[in-house]
């Protein structure tokens, strides 16, 4: 089973929809996670941790249900700037160090 | 805000040559890290760096990656006798605990 499992999409929306994304992390040990967006070729930049009790960053909502091991990330009036690549993270942690364990991502196209 | 400067932004190389990464981490931060990402692909951890040693690399990192942080500012990923397989934007990373990571804009290898 892969570490963190997304949904590749593409996710294609008209502006104004609502699109919910969805994510899969296989050790329920993990403490941390994190959306992120990732733009063609560049560098990946944080969105927004996921706590358990559900977040709220404007138009972006994410969940994390931990009995499931699911996060959610909700988008809503989509804007065409919205259009990229969002990537489920869960913080891995061995041997007394951490890395960031990425999703392959899911695509998002808002179109006029 | 400060950035994570990687250089060069992209390196051609022939098949065999040995290439050197660089990245100029946050100058408070403690931990570093390479990501790579082949395209089309996931963000894959590399290789974590603390207190002038690796403290965890993937079974990607083998004989031909190394890293090092010579003069204390400059961190560095050289790849020995690069391969086709190689090619890749490869990220810098660095983190202040509770902080979260910052990536740099990331250098694409491209070997021929």
């Known amino acids: 089973r892969k570490e963190v499992e997304q949904d590749p999409g593409p996710f294609n929306v008209p502006e104004g929809a609502t699109v919910a994304f969805n994510c899969t992390y296989s050790n329920s040990a993990s403490q941390s996670f994190f959306w992120y967006r990732q733009d063609c070729r560049k560098e990946p930049k944080l969105l927004m941790s996921v706590y358990s009790s559900g977040n709220e960053d404007g138009r972006f909502t994410a969940q994390l249900n931990r009995a499931s091991q699911y996060i959610s990330l909700l988008i809503r009036d989509s804007k065409l700037s919205d259009s990229a690549t969002y990537l489920c993270?869960?913080?891995?942690?061995?041997?007394?160090?951490?890395?960031?364990?990425f999703g392959a991502g899911t695509r998002l196209a808002v179109h006029p | 805000e400060p950035e994570v400067t990687q250089t060069p932004s992209h390196q051609v190389t022939q098949m065999g040559q040995e290439v050197i990464l660089r990245c100029v981490p946050i100058?408070?931060?403690?931990?570093f890290y390479w990501y790579r990402q082949i395209l089309g692909q996931k963000v894959e951890f590399l290789v974590s760096?603390?207190?002038?040693?690796?403290?965890?690399k993937s079974e990607i990192f083998d004989d031909q990656f190394s890293v090092e942080r010579p003069d204390g500012s400059n961190f560095t990923l050289k790849i020995r006798s690069t391969k086709l397989e190689d090619s890749a934007m490869y990220f810098c990373a660095s983190v202040r605990v509770n902080y979260g990571y910052t990536f740099g804009s990331g250098t694409r290898l491209t070997v021929v």
């Open positions: 100058s408070n931060h403690l931990y």
């Open positions: 993270v869960v913080l891995g942690f061995s041997g007394g160090y951490n890395k960031l364990i």
């Open positions: 760096f603390y207190n002038n040693e690796i403290s965890e």
